[in-house]
């Protein structure tokens, strides 16, 4: 059974920080999504990594994907208060298989 | 706004009584979601829809649970007989799939719905 872990779960930053969310999967996938969430709202699409060593930046979000250990990061630059929101990854199989979601706080 | 829209957004109900969520697809997508989002955790796969085939369900998605897409559009999930651990928030996604004779295009994000929140008392 597939699963994926996000670490970590809670995560307070204070402006200008640099911090990596990761996420880790249980079995093989090449693709690897990644949506944010504000309180109350649904689910923003961020980033489609299709590949192993696919990179996609955003601006201040840069997320990476290595398949072979299994590993994608989503590395927060310099954070701004307007980046606080719940990040999940998720994991294609047939439907998508999501982490915990880890909270983040942007804290001036 | 051609986006997935959810009805209705929020809906408190007794326990034991029945209820109908709709989720209308962004047009021309193909497969259709439903997820449940309790407090504090992602989102759980309870079944999909490729045109009006349901294709999986989940074991989540127990006998009082039952969802359609009767002409491949938009789709309902009815439970029956709610209970209080029903309370959630239930998300619908929806997604293209290409077609034999395409170029198989990787546009498989799921594109989510604003969500109905669900309140049993």
């Known amino acids: 059974e597939l699963k994926v872990e996000q670490n970590p779960l809670f995560l307070s930053m204070q402006e200008g920080k640099n911090y990596t969310i990761y996420c880790n999967y249980s079995t093989t996938s090449d693709r690897l999504y990644w949506y944010r969430q504000d309180p109350g709202k649904s689910l923003e699409s961020l980033f489609v990594l299709l590949s192993n060593g696919a990179v996609k930046q955003e601006g201040r979000l840069m997320a990476s994907l290595d398949t072979k250990a299994r590993l994608s990061t989503l590395h927060i630059t310099a954070a701004v208060h307007d980046l606080s929101a719940t990040y999940f990854c998720a994991v294609p199989s047939g439907k998508l298989i999501f982490g915990q979601g880890t909270e983040l706080s942007v804290k001036p | 706004d051609t986006g997935v829209s959810q009805n209705p957004r929020h809906k408190i109900t007794k326990r034991g009584q029945n209820v109908t969520f709709r989720c209308d697809p962004i047009s021309e997508h193909n497969r259709l979601y439903w997820y449940r989002q309790t407090l504090g955790q992602g989102p759980e796969f309870l079944t999909y829809?490729?045109?009006?085939?349901?294709?999986?369900k989940s074991r989540l998605l127990s006998d009082r649970f039952s969802a359609e897409r009767p002409k491949g559009s938009f789709s309902t999930l009815e439970i029956q007989r709610t209970e209080q651990g029903d309370s959630a928030m239930y998300l619908c996604a929806s997604r293209p799939l290409g077609t034999s004779g395409e170029t198989y295009l990787r546009t498989d994000t799921q594109y989510f719905g604003p969500g109905t929140r669900l309140t049993v008392l």
């Open positions: 829809f490729q045109n009006e085939a349901q294709l999986e």
